[in-house]
T-cell receptor, first 111, second 119 residues
Framework: SQQGEEDPQALSIQEGENATMNCSYKTSINNLQWYRQNSGRGLVHLILIRSNEREKHSGRLRVTLDTSKKSSSLLITASRAADTASYFC???????????FGQGTTLQVKP | GAVVSQHPSWVICKSGTSVKIECRSL??????MFWYRQFPKQSLMLMAT?????????EQGVEKDKFLINHASLTLSTLTVTSAHPEDSSFYIC???????????????FGPGTRLTVL
């Protein structure tokens, strides 16, 4: 499979806690993207980090990228019940727009 | 941000019938759109690349005669599932990027998805 790995597969935390999800990929990349998917819905783009960037912030989100380890992490700080969703990382190894998605992490934030 | 719509949002059909799903970029033009399929509790798998004015390119294992793709304009791509069977039941999602040009990829915007149930 060309898909990357994500861990954990499922994560359950209390509101206010931080959530960290990890993603590993297999080929060299120009950028890596993180998406959120609420149950039965489409994907919402969260953040794009380019291969020459090591860390990027957007609101309560922090993404890191380690190209030497072919891995990325998504940190959600001060989580809210509304953050409950599945989170996917995606890469585009061929620079063609064809995204390869990780397996996803299902996050549950309990109020 | 850029908006991509899909229609219908859900459809139930009988086995053997064909179903058409539309994907529209509402506020930008997209020479390329992508179709993904997602089975329950699984990730998205790319099915095909829809190219405006030319034939779609399909990923390995995806039957082009079963999943017909037409990219008639710069804002519309359609996916027709022909002779649908229960195993085709899935969540179909399209995406497009306003920044896809010159080999430089950018943020992909996804439609809300279409839930297909084949009885």
């Amino acid at each position: 499979s060309q898909q990357g790995e994500e861990d954990p597969q499922a994560l359950s935390i209390q509101e206010g806690e931080n959530a960290t999800m990890n993603c590993s990929y297999k080929t060299s990349i120009n950028n890596l993207q993180w998406y959120r998917q609420n149950s039965g819905r489409g994907l919402v783009h969260l953040i794009l980090i380019r291969s020459n960037e090591r860390e990027k912030h957007s609101g309560r989100l922090r993404v890191t990228l380690d190209t030497s380890k072919k891995s990325s992490s998504l940190l959600i700080t001060a989580s809210r019940a509304a953050d409950t969703a599945s989170y996917f990382c995606a890469t585009d190894p061929g620079n063609t727009g064809k995204l390869i998605f990780g397996q996803g992490t299902t996050l549950q934030v309990k109020p | 941000g850029a908006v991509v719509s899909q229609h219908p949002s859900w459809v139930i059909c009988k086995s053997g019938t064909s179903v058409k799903i539309e994907c529209r970029s509402l506020d930008f033009q997209a020479t390329t759109m992508f179709w993904y399929r997602q089975f329950p509790k699984q990730s998205l798998m790319l099915m095909a690349t829809s190219n405006e004015g030319s034939k779609a390119t399909y990923e390995q294992g995806v039957e082009k005669d079963k999943f017909l793709i037409n990219h008639a304009s710069l804002t519309l791509s359609t996916l027709t599932v022909t002779s649908a069977h229960p195993e085709d039941s899935s969540f179909y999602i399209c995406s497009a990027s306003p920044g896809l040009a010159g080999g430089i990829t950018d943020t992909q915007y996804f439609g809300p998805g279409t839930r297909l149930t084949v009885l």
